[in-house]
């Protein structure tokens, strides 16, 4: 079946630290993959997304490439703010509008 | 557009009470998802409706949870009776069915049955 696996949290970063967060996927197929963005209190919005391999998602200074090779969609980011605290959820979808996420992983940005 | 909406933000009801959430879709959006989230089980995929029809509820937990989409712009998910472990957020999502399925979020319902 597909199946994204993420990274366990909390990751815990001082501003401005390099962020990355891990995701691997199991699809049949050749899935479309997202990142998506959870701020407290809010509803989930679409952070970045990549339709196929080689393809690099970014927004917001985020980046993610897809490696159909290593079954990989690693989220990263080169300097954090603190305002970038959030849970991050990496998706994939495999034809049908239905989307699979991950388990999500909280991030956390001290000053 | 307004985005996806979801009434009531906030619902704290009574064990055995019925608690209906409310979805308002992006106007144009032929797909909605339920979702449900909690710390321990994560974000879980209730139900999916495609132009009204639903689609698959294999992730609906028990009888005592329907949803219903009467039109393109209302869907409801009913829970009856409630119960404490029902206390989640519960989240409408809608998409288009043209080009890639970028689901839009609202900003969920905070059920706490007590």
């Known amino acids: 079946g597909n199946s994204v696996t993420q990274m366990e949290g909390p990751v815990t970063l001082s501003e401005e630290a390099f962020l990355t967060i891990n995701c691997t996927y199991t699809a049949t197929g050749y899935p479309s993959l997202f990142w998506y963005v959870q701020y407290p209190g809010e509803g989930l919005q679409l952070l970045l997304k990549a339709t196929k391999a080689d393809d690099k998602g970014s927004n917001k200074g985020f980046e993610a490439t897809y490696r159909k090779e290593t079954t990989s969609f690693h989220l990263e980011k080169g300097s954090v703010q603190v305002s970038d605290s959030a849970v991050y959820f990496c998706?994939?979808?495999?034809?049908?509008?239905?989307?699979?996420f991950g388990t999500g992983t909280r991030l956390l940005v001290s000053p | 557009d307004a985005g996806v909406i979801q009434s009531p933000r906030h619902e704290v009801t009574e064990m055995g009470q019925e608690v209906t959430l409310r979805c308002k879709p992006i106007s144009g959006h032929d797909y909605l998802f339920w979702y449900r989230q909690t710390m321990m089980r994560g974000l879980e995929l209730l139900i999916y409706f495609n132009n009204n029809v639903p689609i698959d509820d294999s992730g609906m937990p028990e009888d005592r949870f329907s949803a219903k989409m009467p039109n393109a712009s209302f869907s409801t998910l009913k829970i009856q009776p409630s119960e404490p472990r029902d206390s989640a957020v519960y989240f409408c999502?809608?998409?288009?069915?043209?080009?890639?399925?970028?689901?839009?979020f609202g900003q969920g319902t905070r059920l706490t049955v007590v």
């Open positions: 998706a994939l979808n495999t034809g049908f509008q239905k989307l699979v």
């Open positions: 999502a809608s998409s288009k069915s043209t080009g890639l399925p970028e689901a839009f």
